[in-house]
């Protein structure tokens, strides 16, 4: 009794063991799925590249710290604080994604309005015509988009290539 009581133990080991080898081998060939929060769009990465180089990176710049994040009471950042590169680039994709979804009402056009407000802020992209144009479904905005870059009544040609960029980028016709 004993013999075949081991036999059948072995039996179901091997069985057991040749399942674990199928199951490794099936997940080894399935293609891995990056976590959600890993991995972002190429149109956000591309949203990233150029908030950064539009704004730069501010050192000793008052208020302004990073690639351009506006230090509030509470934020946990004071005025003239200097961040790493590494720190400010994470501090820009929080801010961003913060941004997108404040304009998620937007859908596919929330990116593009969360990046034209990191430059305005929120406030002024919101009593854009731009957002009031999209928000009541028209789309023929790129005239009005580009007129946004002026700074005391003056055009500034830095902000209309940015404006032009931003447009050409991450407008989704």
Do not use: W
């Not at 351009?68 to 005025?79: A, E, Q, S």
């Not at 500034?156 to 404006?163: A, H, T």
Request: charged residues 20%.
């Amino acid at each position: 009794m004993s013999n075949s009581s081991s036999s059948f133990s072995l039996s179901q080991n091997a069985s057991c063991s040749f399942l674990v080898l199928i199951a490794l081998l099936i997940f080894s060939y399935l293609p891995s799925f990056p976590k959600a929060s890993s991995k972002s769009s190429p149109a956000f990465e591309k949203a990233i590249a150029l908030l950064k180089k539009y704004e730069g990176l501010h050192k000793n710049h008052g208020s302004l710290i990073g690639y351009g994040h506006l230090v509030v009471k509470g934020d946990g950042y004071r005025p003239g604080d200097n961040l790493s590169e590494a720190q400010a680039e994470r501090l820009l994709r929080k801010d961003l994604k913060k941004l997108c979804k404040e304009f998620r009402q937007l859908g596919k056009d929330s990116l593009f309005m969360a990046v034209f407000a990191y430059n305005l802020g929120s406030g002024g992209a919101t009593r854009s015509s731009v957002y009031k144009s999209l928000m009541a479904g028209n789309r023929n905005i790129k005239a009005s988009y580009l007129s946004y870059c002026t700074s005391k009544g003056k055009v500034i040609s830095q902000l209309q290539k940015r404006r032009q960029e931003e447009y050409d980028t991450l407008f989704v016709l």
